[in-house]
C-alpha cells in the first residue's frame, strides 16, 4: 500500500478532507495531512510542524492540494514549499524517488512559481492526473 501525505494550507480543510477520502477509497494510506491549530500556541505549532516534517520521510507521495486562494490561482504557501522542497532534495541528495503530485499548476502570481515550473520540467514534480491514477 502506497502511503501519501496531503499538503497545503490549512484553510483548505473541505478540499484536505475530499482528497483525503479520495485517497482512501483508492487503497492509499493517507499518513499526515494538514489540520486547523492554534498557530499562537506555539507549543502546538511546533509539534504539529515537526512531526508533519518527520512524517515526509515515511512517505511515497507528497500531494499538494494547491486551490485558489487569495484570487491567486493554485495557491502555494511558503510552507508547503518547503515541505515540497524537502521532498525534492531528500530525492536528489539521497537518491530516494518519492513523487510530488500537485493538484494544478500554479499561475505565474504564486511567488515559488519560477521554482515549481523548473521543478516540473526536470521531471521532480508532477501536476496530478485523476484519469493516469484511474487506470
Known amino acids: 500500500m502506497k502511503k501519501i501525505i496531503i499538503a497545503a494550507s490549512a484553510k483548505f480543510q473541505d478540499g484536505i478532507l475530499y482528497w483525503k477520502n ?3 477509497e483508492k487503497g492509499y494510506k493517507v499518513i499526515n495531512y494538514p489540520k486547523k491549530i ?8 511546533k509539534t504539529t510542524y515537526v512531526n508533519f516534517l518527520k512524517s515526509l520521510n515515511e512517505t511515497d507521495i507528497l500531494f499538494v492540494v494547491n486551490e485558489d486562494k487569495n484570487n491567486i490561482s493554485g495557491y502555494i504557501g511558503a510552507e508547503t514549499f518547503a515541505e515540497l522542497v524537502f521532498i525534492v532534495a531528500n530525492n536528489i541528495v539521497n537518491n530516494k524517488s518519492r513523487q510530488v503530485w500537485l493538484l494544478k499548476m500554479p499561475s505565474k502570481n504564486v511567488q515559488c512559481y519560477p521554482e515549481i515550473n523548473n521543478f516540473i520540467k526536470l521531471g521532480w514534480v508532477k501536476i496530478f492526473d485523476k484519469e493516469e491514477l484511474n487506470k
Open 22 to 24: 479520495y485517497f482512501k
Open 38 to 45: 492554534n498557530q499562537e500556541n506555539e507549543l502546538e505549532y
